[in-house]
């Protein structure tokens, strides 16, 4: 009788716990427990995915299911790329099923990460870029701030700082929105690493500190070891050798308390690297190895290229030269793949102290002259970028400033009638305070007129390819004719097919050849004695003009030719593979009676004209031979996203 009644119980019991267990709704639990662990135990954020897959097998859901392979694709983007590939694969096949369609932008960003981790930069950036639109098209913030995040980093190893700072600030304001700090902090930390590759080094070392202390209250113990690594190479650009070893130790211990491979293998790069500073290469080496093998678990090209030049700085002073050049040929190999500028440097300038010391002094000078010229473009790139990412801030400040004198002016100016007012027979007093009034008034007169010179010349300045401008142009044209100046020409240029390549490599890529195309423009030879100086500038969108005062119309056309030639042997292979760029150039005299709009209609009729027989060439439009026109000239957009004729 009591077996009879026990075993219903026992079947309800059953029945009941079996309906409270639901897949769907512990795998959730799970995903969302390992997205927790991403930045504090990795092995635990994979332990936790895969179990939310194991029970997803049983109760399948698309959105988790994508989440979970996301999270192990991250994972495995640092350790094995076959089986990171494999979780992108399987995360695509689920793409139909999907209820929250910006999931998808998150396997473009898993597959950007692989390619970074191999060393190609171009089409790592290509796939954060499409995780950046799909994302901003299906209005999914986090992944969105995902792309932001990874793609402003990128940017960042580019060189591209001011676009990188944009997009990592982006970032960081929907990262707060959405209230996630970590998140934010990690963004912060990777801002940190853009100021160090700008040269600010001081100010990197500043947030790397800050970054550390919110990192250790909050338990992210990955993340600390990352900005210890990165506060440790800062630290080898002030040359603070002993913060630098305390920090690459910090790293080391951190990385295998956590088991963290990559972690460990930049640590001991880094020691080495303090080891070449101090000049014991011998124990540099024995780190290195350690290095090389814990690098042969991780795919990253630039962490094995990174090994590789500090093993050729060591060879080089163990007198191990043959054994340094083929290290350090390595280690350029990958950098210039990944348009590392900073690295490229470096190893340059290793590679010719080896060969020197080798007597082979013509590739020494050859290594050491292209040392020069990384260096100087690294200069310039960061001068010119920090002012990109600077000048609004810059602006803003000069105003706050000036409005502060102002108000401080207009306050010591009602004091002074208040002190006038109240001891009148004080003359002296008031003529002195009138004469410090009239100096802090002629102060902020210079300073106004310092300010609008720069404003002026900002103005007049293409940002892209630092030419002058279109306004600059005009202005030129205008002083011309004003002078009625004999044998003055005109080249107007325009590049042929440009919206092509905007479509089919992306306006970066357009960006590119603008700016190369800009460089041939500055070849323009128009030397001679006494002769005015040409005015060379970009003239909107894919359009450049030469102004050659003094000019006769063979030595205008020689020019345009020697332009057009150039730019058609421009090797622009690295952003548009497999084709080139050609140039279609429009070239008028300034006849008397000239305006601006029938000198500008005649060389565009020349243009056009060039454009109809086939582009890449020269053709001439003089007062003569040019037909009536009817419509005014258009005016062209200053865009790098142009028509294409």
């Known amino acids: 009788m009591r ?26 639990t799970l995903v969302e427990q390992s997205q927790a662990q991403v930045k504090v135990d990795p092995e635990r954020s994979r332990t936790l995915a895969e179990q939310a897959l194991q029970l997803l097998a049983r109760q399948p859901d698309a959105d988790l299911q994508v989440r979970a392979h996301l999270l192990l694709c991250d994972y495995q983007s640092e350790r094995d790329l076959a089986v990171a590939n494999q979780h992108i694969a399987q995360g695509r096949a689920l793409v139909p099923l999907l209820k929250r369609k910006g999931l998808e932008a998150g396997l473009y960003g898993c597959e950007g990460e692989l390619h970074e981790s191999a060393g190609d930069n171009t089409r790592a950036l290509a ?30 190893v580019r060189g591209e700082f001011a676009n990188g700072l944009i997009d990592l600030k982006r970032a960081r304001a929907l990262y707060e929105r959405m209230q996630l700090p970590l998140y934010t902090l990690t963004v912060e930390n990777t801002i940190a690493i853009l100021y160090n590759r700008m040269g600010d080094h001081a100010q990197a070392r500043h947030y790397y500190e800050s970054a550390l202390k919110a990192q250790a209250e909050a338990g992210l113990r990955r993340e600390q070891a990352v900005t210890q690594y990165n ?27 956590l088991d963290y491979t990559r972690g460990v293998a930049y640590a001991l790069r880094g020691l080495a690297s303090v080891q070449n500073a101090r000049g014991e290469p011998k124990a540099a080496l024995v780190l290195l190895d350690q290095a090389s093998d814990y690098q042969l678990s991780v795919p990253d090209a630039r962490l094995h290229a990174q090994i590789l030049l500090q093993r050729g700085i060591a060879l080089r002073l163990l007198r191990r030269l043959p054994e340094s050049v083929s290290a350090l040929t390595g280690a350029l190999q990958v950098f210039t793949g990944a348009d590392a500028l900073a690295e490229q440097a470096a190893a340059h300038g290793a590679l010719a102290a080896t060969l020197a010391e080798q007597n082979d002094w013509r590739a020494a000078f050859e290594q050491q002259t292209r040392f020069k010229n990384a260096t100087e473009q ?36 009602e004091h002074s009638l208040a002190q006038e007012r109240l001891a009148g027979r004080l003359l002296t007093v008031a003529i002195a ?54 044998n003055c020409a005109l080249l107007l240029g325009d590049i ?43 003239f909107g969108g894919e359009e450049f003009v030469a102004v050659l005062p003094g000019a006769l119309l063979d030595e205008a056309v020689a020019a345009a030719e020697v332009f057009r030639a150039q730019v058609a042997a421009l090797d622009v292979s690295r952003w548009t593979p497999g084709r080139g760029v050609t140039i279609s150039v429009g070239v008028t005299l300034m006849v008397p009676g000239d305006t601006l709009s029938s000198l500008l209609r005649r060389a565009d009729e020349a243009l056009y004209a060039a454009k109809a027989q086939g582009r890449n060439c020269v053709v001439i439009r003089t007062a003569s031979s040019a037909p009536a026109l009817a419509a005014p000239l258009a005016p062209v957009a200053a865009s790098s996203v142009g028509s294409s004729a």
């Open 3 to 28: 077996s009879q009644i026990l075993l219903p119980l026992f079947l309800l019991t059953c029945s009941l716990a079996h309906a409270a267990s639901d897949p769907v709704a512990d795998a959730r």
């Open 378 to 413: 690294l200069l310039t790139r960061q001068l010119d970028e920090r002012f990109a990412t600077l000048k609004i801030e810059y602006d803003t400040a000069a105003r706050d400033r000036e409005m502060a004198l102002l108000q401080q002016a207009q306050k010591a100016t």
């Open 127 to 156: 796939s954060y870029e499409q995780e950046v639109q799909l994302a901003e098209q299906m209005k999914d913030d986090e992944l969105l701030a995902d792309g932001l995040y990874k793609r402003g980093h990128l940017r960042g």
């Open 433 to 486: 305070l009138a004469a410090v009034l009239l100096v802090v008034l002629g102060v902020l007169v210079w300073r106004h007129r310092r300010t609008s010179v720069a404003m002026r010349g900002l103005a007049m300045t293409d940002e892209l390819t630092g030419l002058p401008n279109r306004r600059a142009a005009l202005a030129e044209l205008e002083a011309q004719l004003g002078r009625a100046a004999p």
């Open 496 to 538: 042929d097919l440009f919206k092509a390549i905007n479509d089919n490599h992306g306006h970066l890529a357009g960006d590119q050849i603008l700016r190369v195309v800009g460089e041939a423009v500055r070849s323009i030879d128009h030397s001679g004695a006494g002769r005015p100086a040409a005015c060379l500038a970009r």
């Open 231 to 257: 506060l440790g190479r800062s630290l080898e650009s002030l040359r603070d050798w002993d913060a630098a070893q305390l920090a690459f130790d910090n790293v080391l211990k951190l990385s295998r308390e």
